[in-house]
Every structure is written in structure tokens, then in C-alpha cells.
């Protein structure tokens, strides 16, 4: 259903891939992982990891917060083959730290009772952290917001978890090969500055398979959202040269891949959506509200695939209007849609080679405040 990879992509992501994987296979230990309470509060984690530990098999993380805590500055840990459920809210949180792998992995129903104090729930929860591998992991039946997330660290870190240092950004990370599917209430894959000044940048969203509720049941607290995206959710905040290359996103309930600037000064730079295939996105445009406001006109006005978004709402514009410049979205094919790309208040960017498989409207665009 995909288009292919240039080769020169694929060699790329190989040597990524072989590159860590002789690097971190170096750093392994024989301790026992820990487990017990963290930061303030009741947390707990099922694995308090250590820096380079292989932490593999089972974790039952049942009556735990955190199936397994990676904590500022502990380094290289890879995880690997590991089945990981149970957990009251996050399978996997890692915060401030780099050189993370989370690898061929089963983290699956988690989030059973998320934490009120917490604002995200994710499966996976990349929080400030840089230089880092999610690859080929199944993550699926998780209750609350989600799959997979990567954010700079800040008001989104869990409440209670030590961060000492605030405000670290998303950078150099790769997510691919992963399998996202029935994880209620959330997006599959989000790669998102949140943090004054802080950015995600040069991470990398490949060949994953991402489902939305339209093919999967909906989770026991809601639908199953779905979709990839890209953002700056924060005033200043920056995404750039981001690539979201070779994916499948079918059936979501918001714009199958969006890349989206939410708040004053934020700006989408240089990002590029390339050769993923992308069917039924949006279908919460059917069905306003709950979702998104059908007033909104930032909005593409039915469902659609692909959008790159400046939100120029009226509260948005002050004292900087969000930017969405130099995005690109090439070779991409998009199936079943009323509109295939649409795109709001953005500049410079390239729509090129894209494929239009019964869709109604293939490109569409917004500017002005909506």
C-alpha cells in the first residue's frame, strides 16, 4: 500500500539502525533492575533503570505507575524483547537522558488507571530526550492518550518525576518499525516541542503502521485516535527538520499526518512528509464536536490526510503569529478522502508527486485568521 523508499533513504536508515546497534550492545550490565517509588508523591516504577542496562522478558508492571523509569542523566539503556504491561500509566517513561532504545518490544495494556496529575499518558513517553532509537515495537490496547510520544520536557514530564534539567529538547531520535493500534484517546505517534524556546528537531518517523478507530474497536475511554504528528505546542517553540518518510496511517480520527504550529511564535521549519501512504484520515470532521471545533477555519473543512497547519486563531496572534514555512509533502499516496492535503497560513513549502486515490479535493488551502 506503500510507495517505495528512495535507496539512498533506506541505506540511511540502516546505517542508523547497525550504527546503534553495535553501540549499545556494548553497554551492558548483569545487575538486578530495581523497582519502588520515584520522585514525590506515590510513584512507582516496576524497573528503576540504570545506565546501560539491557532490561528484557517480562516486566508485569501491575500496581505500579511505570512499567519501567529511565531517569535524567541515565544513559544507554536499551530495552529489548521485553513484554511490558500492566502499568497504571506509562509502560515506558524516559526523561532528560540520551542514547535510549527501546527495541522489538511488546508494550501493551498499559495506561489501566492514569494518574489525574499527570497531563499525557503515553505507552511511550520520551520526555527531553535526545539521540535515541523506538524501533519495531507492537504497542497496542493502551487506555489512555495514546502510543508513542517525544517531547522536549516540561509541564508535560509526569508530575512528581525529578527534572532538573527543565526544558531539554526532543532531538536526533528514530522511531520505525513500530506497530500502533487500539491505544484510546490519543494519537499514535507525536513528536512535539513543548517548552518556551524549546525544539524537536532532526528526529525521524519511519515505516511505521498506524491504525485509528475507523479499523479497531474504540478503547474503553474512547476512540482510538490514531494519526502522526508533528508540533510546536508551546509559545516560541520550534519543530524542525523533522521526516516523516514511509509510513501507513489508516482510519484516523484527526488529519492522518499533521504538522502543526498551536500557540504564539511557535513555528513548523523545514519538515518533510515523504512517501507515506495515508487512507481515511480526519473522520472526526464527519462528527463535530466532540473533536475538533467545525468553526475552526484553520481546519480543512471535511476529512483529509495530510495538513500542515499555522493555527491562526485570534488567541494565537499575539505578540507572534504561530510560522509554518519550508514544510514539504512529496510522493506521497492518499486513498478514500474529501480532501487529500490541506494546508493553512503556511509558506515556502513543496507539494510535489503526490498520489490522489478517490479523493475529492487533492489540494486545499486556508490564510487569514480562523
Known amino acids: 500500500m506503500k510507495t517505495l523508499v528512495k ?220 494519526t502522526i504528528v508533528v508540533a510546536a505546542d508551546f509559545p516560541f517553540s520550534r519543530a524542525v527538520d523533522n521526516v516523516v518518510l514511509n509510513n501507513t496511517v489508516i482510519g484516523g480520527l484527526e488529519d492522518g499526518i499533521i504538522v502543526n504550529a498551536v500557540a504564539p511564535g511557535a513555528a513548523d521549519i523545514g519538515n518533510e512528509i515523504w512517501a507515506n501512504y495515508v487512507e481515511l484520515g480526519a473522520f472526526q470532521r464527519i462528527n463535530n464536536p466532540p473533536f475538533d471545533n467545525a468553526s475552526d477555519l484553520d481546519l480543512a473543512p471535511a476529512p483529509n490526510a495530510i495538513a500542515i497547519i499555522a493555527d491562526m486563531t485570534p488567541q494565537n496572534t499575539h505578540p507572534a503569529p504561530p510560522v509554518a514555512q519550508g514544510n514539504t509533502v512529496i510522493d506521497n499516496i492518499i486513498v478514500n478522502e474529501a480532501v487529500g492535503i490541506w494546508v493553512a497560513n503556511a509558506n515556502g513549502g513543496l507539494y510535489l508527486d503526490n498520489t490522489f486515490q478517490n479523493v475529492t479535493i487533492n489540494f486545499q488551502s486556508f490564510t487569514g485568521v480562523g
Not at 63 to 69: L, S
Not at 97 to 122: A, C, E, Q
Request: some cysteine; glycine content about 14%.
Open 7 to 226: 535507496p539512498a533513504t533506506i541505506v540511511l536508515a540502516f546505517l542508523l539502525m547497525g550504527g546503534f546497534l553495535f553501540v549499545t550492545t556494548a553497554n551492558s550490565s548483569a545487575q538486578a533492575p530495581a523497582s519502588g517509588s520515584i520522585g514525590i508523591g506515590n510513584l512507582t516504577a516496576r524497573v528503576i533503570a540504570y545506565p546501560g542496562e539491557i532490561i528484557s522478558g517480562q516486566v508485569n508492571a501491575t500496581g505500579y505507575t511505570f512499567g519501567v523509569y529511565i531517569g535524567p542523566g541515565v544513559t544507554g539503556v536499551l530495552i529489548y524483547h521485553a513484554h511490558i504491561f500492566g502499568a497504571d500509566d506509562h509502560g515506558i517513561v524516559a526523561v532528560d537522558t540520551s542514547g535510549i532504545s527501546v527495541m522489538y518490544s511488546n508494550i501493551s495494556y498499559d495506561v489501566l488507571h492514569p494518574v489525574p496529575s499527570i497531563l499525557d499518558h503515553k505507552a511511550v513517553g520520551f520526555y527531553g530526550v535526545s539521540n535515541s532509537y523506538i524501533i519495531g515495537n507492537t504497542i497496542t490496547h493502551n487506555v489512555g492518550d495514546g502510543g508513542i510520544a517525544v517531547y522536549s520536557s516540561s509541564s508535560l514530564v509526569p508530575t512528581g518525576l525529578p527534572i532538573p534539567n527543565a526544558n531539554s529538547s526532543g532531538d536526533n531520535n528514530f522511531i520505525a518499525d513500530n506497530y500502533v493500534a487500539n491505544d484510546a484517546s490519543g494519537c499514535g505517534i507525536v513528536v512535539a516541542a513543548w517548552g518556551p524556546g524549546m525544539s524537536v528537531s532532526n528526529n525521524w518517523i519511519f515505516r511505521n503502521t498506524v491504525i485509528g478507530s475507523i479499523l479497531t474497536p474504540h478503547g474503553p475511554t474512547g476512540f482510538n485516535v490514531g
